[in-house]
């Protein structure tokens, strides 16, 4: 076995916020209360996650792009025979990846346009009106439902890896490295990944990206909202 570099510090960094994002906004919807802004505010950090991995996904280090994981009928073929061997995302985990990604960023984006009407707004709630603000609330509970299906399923994929193929998936999320097959047993092997990518500039720019998206999610980019009429001054009294 070759002890290899696959994940980078930023997409590290990226994992293990989006779990301690999504499970704090998950625990503070359900208590609710005087969570619910603190809810609010750890959807606007899932959209800022979100678009940070899609662009860290297009100038990212190799292994953290989508070209290099997001491979063709052949290559799952080839994993389900067990002929595939590559680092990073296998064929089947980048699908469980691509899903995450797009079910978080609709459950994010859908609770910008939400409101409970109790004790929370989404920021973007005004720009489509309040019946269809409903029609996102409405949505917004449901996909919970398929992103909590979606997590079981995601958790249960890793301990089937360690139990049953003794591959511990979680170590190389935390170090950054893993274990791999010699080159010269490999029956399959992977495209080999763009071999330049990521570095300071590109992490600069995925997150000032990532910071403007965040802005606008919490609607930044709004304009202020008019100025409340000024009251007139009370009539001095006559005595």
């Known amino acids: 076995m070759?002890?290899?570099?696959?994940?980078?510090?930023?997409?590290?960094?990226?994992?293990w916020s989006l779990v301690a994002s999504i499970t704090f906004a998950y625990v503070s919807g359900q208590i609710g209360?005087?969570?619910?802004?603190?809810?609010?505010?750890?959807?606007?950090?899932?959209?800022?996650?979100?678009?940070?991995?899609i662009v860290w996904g297009l100038i990212g280090s190799p292994t953290a792009r989508f070209a290099s994981f997001v491979r063709g009928p052949g290559a799952i073929r080839a994993y389900l025979r067990g002929e595939w061997r590559g680092i990073g995302h296998n064929p089947i985990g980048a699908l469980?990846?691509?899903?995450?990604?797009a079910l978080v960023a609709a459950q994010a984006a859908t609770g910008l346009f939400t409101n409970d009407d109790i004790a929370y707004q989404g920021p973007l709630a005004d720009l489509v009106g309040k019946d269809q603000s409903d029609r996102f609330h409405s949505l917004h509970a449901w996909l919970q439902n398929g992103l909590l299906a979606l997590v079981v399923l995601h958790v249960g994929?890793?301990?089937?890896?360690?139990?049953?193929?003794?591959?511990?998936?979680?170590?190389?999320?935390?170090?950054?490295?893993?274990?791999?097959?010699?080159?010269?047993?490999?029956?399959?092997?992977?495209p080999a990944p763009a071999p330049r990518g990521g570095g300071f500039p590109a992490f600069i720019i995925a997150v000032l990206i990532a910071g403007g998206a965040?802005?606008?999610?919490?609607?930044?980019?709004?304009?202020?909202?008019?100025?409340?009429?000024a009251q007139p001054a009370a009539a001095a009294p006559a005595w």
């Open 2 to 15: 070759n002890r290899q570099r696959v994940w980078d510090l930023p997409i590290r960094l990226f994992h």
């Open 33 to 53: 209360g005087n969570l619910i802004d603190w809810h609010g505010r750890a959807g606007f950090l899932i959209v800022g996650l979100i678009v940070f991995r």
């Open 96 to 101: 469980s990846v691509l899903g995450l990604l």
């Open 157 to 190: 994929a890793i301990v089937f890896y360690l139990r049953v193929k003794k591959e511990n998936l979680v170590k190389p999320m935390i170090t950054g490295w893993k274990e791999v097959t010699p080159p010269a047993t490999r029956t399959y092997t992977s």
């Open 214 to 229: 965040t802005y606008a999610a919490a609607g930044g980019l709004l304009p202020a909202p008019p100025a409340a009429p």
